[in-house]
């Protein structure tokens, strides 16, 4: 490469840097309005999902009441327990993965949900549950005349049928054994009385029909299911009534992270101070070699916190903190292992720039492994079921490809941007020969 | 891959650092015996936690690192210690909600004293309820499982690019590092919390990454000396090179720990201190352990393979003394040993194979 075409892709790369990092840290609102509307750009570490414990999320508080058909003999426990874990599931459904529920007391439960972005997907989960009621098939528009409750329903899905032209919406209801063969006798009773069955939430109409359940699972359509989005909605707001318990809102509205206030802040601070101290280390020790090396971790940073956003299975909560800081230590030991072995080799007495390329070829191997190790382990991590170590999973994930990238190619384009400025001088990158007094 | 090189710069090895297997033989008695006599100390999201809420809306100016302090001191002085203080709702509908670990007995005093700290009524303070954990006993079995995969995919894959010995060594020392993060958590009563899960897994990560680096050098060594005689001195000291990017690794992920411990607020602090003890663990085993076990399992390895050899060598001569063989088989023996011959440059004096 010659020394201007280096000079030129220095330029450019270094004006796409300052475009990333503005993308990665600055929020802004475009300068410009179409049809009246201004429009706001999100940088990349406002876009990042944050789990509850570090972020700020809604908090949802619940009373939980029995219902008048549980006998006394009912566990509550065991009944609280079931509910709790049927709003995990549907909350989960819905995208909210990041939630942690729990019983607060003897009849509470609390309800955490972080990785809300915005204000709307504040108002998406309280709107989300609201205050369930049962689900109960009537003969009549009365909950008074139901002949079936939720607890025989097994399934509620939202569904979409295409035939090219047109798309249908659809609510499937599938019945457990034992339900289908109650409604099958009921709902055909009714019909041949010249009547309807009502499915109802409360007292609320959610559904009719005028034909008798012939199959264990029945659709439902509405004129109101425009999307697959409104009916999912829909089918949650069924499911919220297949809870054993009723549950009444007490409390609900933004809260701050779970591990304490400004949470997020301190890791910032914690980040910050890393990858500062990073940049000095490398600076230091290897002085020009070692801006380039910065130069290079620049765009770890960028491409790190441009994927950690647009991947959409990221939520970052503190273990995923740790797998960052785990990801960013590992990518700057890869530079080392690379830099330190040219160091070793212009010792020997070779040109810089042998030594350069056979450290970056030398540490190749030691490398790759290390991250296909932890690619492997972000794998593994990621299809566990406990938030902490899933989100350390998917960071460690995504992460790990980042570095591959930045430590093998974009570190070997870096060494060859440089050396048409400094072929042979080891002394301007810190490297000593050996007997050297210097 | 295990070849005489390895073999007698892991004795060597052995021989300068005979202080790392009594230290290590104690380390694992001791942790052993840890972890069965101590309990645990259990996070909030592991054992549970105790909450109130106090009502805000009387407060001017909500000054939450002030109320973080003064309800801690109050917490600690009636046998409870704060977890986390939260701020729910916004303006005149604002709380607090704080988590805190242990039981306090006289509630309505403790009450009383957070509220004269906060300048409140003690009537905005809720009752205190119990709130149960959110770690599940399933989620430990899946953790135990996610770690076990993470290291058999490692030792497969280590078994297969080195060889037997290193992937003996790098199973060893995984499991050595979480036996001795999980006794270090027992004795200094450490918070175990969900994420004391995560550094397990980035502790056997570590430990995987310098196995990795660590025999990835021993070879590279290997195949670049061209003195032979010299290989075994050289392999030696590589076992014990990589001081200053491990020192700079684990220096850099110490202190970022312990910025956190002390600044953080105290759930977070709880966590750092956790990841602290994991760099020592991993380094101690990193730096001492895994050179050790590599040079123990290297030799163990490398003479009983040669032990083999030796046995099938002799049985061979004794087999073609009798003339029980027929000239072909012969042939084949004659071309082993040869083979042998050329693998071990410099034999010394305690593999001598006799082929008379």
Known sequence: ???????????????????????????????????????????????????????????????????????????????????????????????????????????????????IVDK??????????????????????????????GEYVSKVEAKQISNGVQTVYYVEITFTDAGFEIIKDRSAEII???????????????????????????????????????????AIQIRTGMLPLDLVCSYYGT????????????????????????????????????????????FYLVLALFFLQAVPLVHINFSGVLAIILSYVIACVGLMLTLENAKQEYKKGKKLHICLHQGINNSLISNITINVMLILAGIVSALMPNMAIQSFGIVSLVLGFINIFTSQVLMRLMINLYLPFNPEDGKKCNFIREGSND | ?????????????????????????????????????????????????????????????????????????????????LYSVQLAGEGEQSILIVKYMGEIKDEAKTNAEIANVLQINVEEISTH???????????????????????????????????????????????????????????FRLTVTSSFLAINIITILLVLCEGFILFDGLERTRDSLEDKND???????????????????????????LILVFIAPSAIKRISLVALFAIVVAMFVTVYALPF????????????????????????????????????????????????????????????????
């Open chain 2, 1 to 81: 891959m295990i070849n005489r090189d390895f073999s007698s710069s892991g004795k060597q090895y052995i021989k300068q650092n005979k202080f790392v297997l009594i230290a290590l033989a104690v380390v694992v008695v001791m942790a052993i015996i840890m972890i069965c006599t101590l309990g645990f100390n259990a996070g909030a999201d592991v054992k549970g936690y105790r909450t109130f809420s106090i009502n805000l809306s009387s407060v001017d100016k909500v000054d939450m690192s002030n109320y973080e302090k003064d309800i801690s001191l109050a917490l600690s002085s009636n046998d409870a210690s």
């Open chain 2, 293 to 356: 076990l590599w040079s123990l399992t290297i030799t163990q390895v490398s003479d009983k393979i040669r032990t083999k050899k030796d046995k099938k060598t002799k049985k061979a001569i004794e087999n073609s003394a009798t003339g029980e063989l027929n000239n072909n088989y012969k042939e084949d023996q004659v071309i082993e040993v040869k083979e042998d011959n050329d693998l071990e440059e410099s034999p010394s004096q305690d593999d001598n194979i006799t082929i008379d």
């Open chain 1, 255 to 298: 809260i701050s992270a779970g591990l304490g206030y400004n949470s997020m802040l301190y890791i910032w601070i914690v980040l910050a101070i890393m990858v500062v101290a990073s940049f000095a280390f490398f600076i230091i020790r290897y002085k020009q070699i070692g801006a380039m090396a910065m130069f290079n971790m620049m």
């Open chain 1, 1 to 115: 490469m010659t020394k201007n075409r280096s000079k030129m892709l220095i330029i450019f790369l270094s004006l796409l840097l300052i475009i990333g990092l503005v993308a990665s840290f600055i929020s802004f609102v475009y300068p410009f309005s179409i049809n009246g509307v201004e429009y706001k750009y999100t940088s990349f570490v406002h876009e990042l999902v944050l789990g509850s414990d570090i972020g700020d999320g809604v908090l949802l508080e619940y009373q939980a009441n029995l219902r008048e058909d549980y006998s006394q003999n009912d566990d509550f426990d065991s009944l609280m327990e079931d509910t709790i874990v049927g709003l995990k599931d549907i909350l989960e459904d819905s995208g909210f993965k990041n939630s942690t529920i729990v019983r607060n007391g003897e009849s509470g439960i609390r309800i955490e949900v972080g990785g």
């Open chain 2, 129 to 187: 309820s119990k709130v149960s954990p959110s770690i599940l006993a399933k989620d430990y079995i899946f953790t135990i499982a996610c770690g076990l995969i993470i290291i058999a995919l490692a030792v497969i894959f280590i078994a297969i690019r080195y060889n037997l010995a290193c992937a003996i060594t790098a199973l060893v020392s995984s499991l050595l590092s979480v036996i001795l993060l999980i006794s270090l958590t027992a004795i």
């Open chain 1, 120 to 149: 709307d997907d504040s108002n998406e989960v309280i709107s989300l549950i609201g205050s369930p009621e049962q689900l109960v098939f009537s003969s009549s528009e009365s909950a008074e005349d139901a002949f079936m409750t």
């Open chain 1, 192 to 234: 041949d009385e010249g009547g309807s069955f009502y499915m109802l939430l409360g007292s609320t109409q959610v559904g009719s029909s005028s034909e008798a359940v012939t199959t264990k699972s029945i659709s439902m359509t509405s004129d109101n299911f425009v999307d697959l989005k409104t009916t999912e909605q829909y």
């Open chain 2, 231 to 257: 290989r075994s001195t050289q392999l030696s000291k590589t076992l014990a090179s990589e001081g200053f990017r491990q020192k700079f690794m684990y220096g850099a992920i110490f202190a970022i720990a």
